[in-house]
C-alpha cells in the first residue's frame, strides 16, 4: 500500500532548526502537489507549505522566510527545513498529498500521513 511517514520532528529551542522529512513509500509513479500542515492543540489545521513537481512552492505568511519545502521527486520525498523557530510554531506537523498515481496506473487521492510533533521551548 502507499503510506506517507513523517520523520524528523522532536523539541527545539527558539531560533533553532529541525527539518522534517516525509518520504512516501510503495508503488509509486508520480506524485502531485505535495505540502506540510501543522496542528496546535484547540486550533484547527493550517497549511504551512505547498510544492508543486517542479518546484514551485508557496507558504503561510507566517513562516514566510524561516522554513524552506523541498522534494527530491526520485525519493518520493518532501522536506520541510525550519529555522528561526519560534514557540509559535509548536505544532504536529502532517505530509499531505493531493495525488498518487501507482505504477499500475492507479491514483489515491489525499493522502496523509501520521504525524510529528514539532515542540519550541521560549
Known amino acids: 500500500q502507499v503510506r506517507l511517514v513523517e520523520s524528523g520532528g522532536g523539541l527545539a529551542q527558539a531560533g533553532g532548526s529541525l527539518r522534517l522529512s516525509c518520504a512516501a513509500s510503495g508503488s509509486i509513479f508520480r506524485i502531485n502537489v505535495m505540502a506540510w500542515y501543522r496542528q496546535a492543540p484547540g486550533k484547527q489545521r493550517e497549511l504551512v507549505a505547498t510544492i508543486t513537481r517542479s518546484g514551485s512552492t508557496n507558504y503561510a505568511d507566517s513562516v514566510k522566510g524561516r522554513f524552506t519545502i523541498s522534494r527530491d521527486n526520485a525519493k518520493n520525498t518532501v522536506y520541510l527545513q525550519m529555522n528561526s523557530l519560534k514557540p509559535e510554531d509548536t505544532a504536529v506537523y502532517y505530509c499531505?498529498?493531493?495525488?498518487?498515481?501507482?505504477?499500475?496506473?492507479?491514483?489515491?487521492?489525499?493522502?496523509w500521513g501520521q504525524g510529528t510533533q514539532v515542540t519550541v521551548s521560549s
Open positions: 499531505n498529498t493531493d495525488r498518487i498515481e501507482t505504477i499500475q496506473g492507479q491514483y489515491i487521492y489525499g493522502l
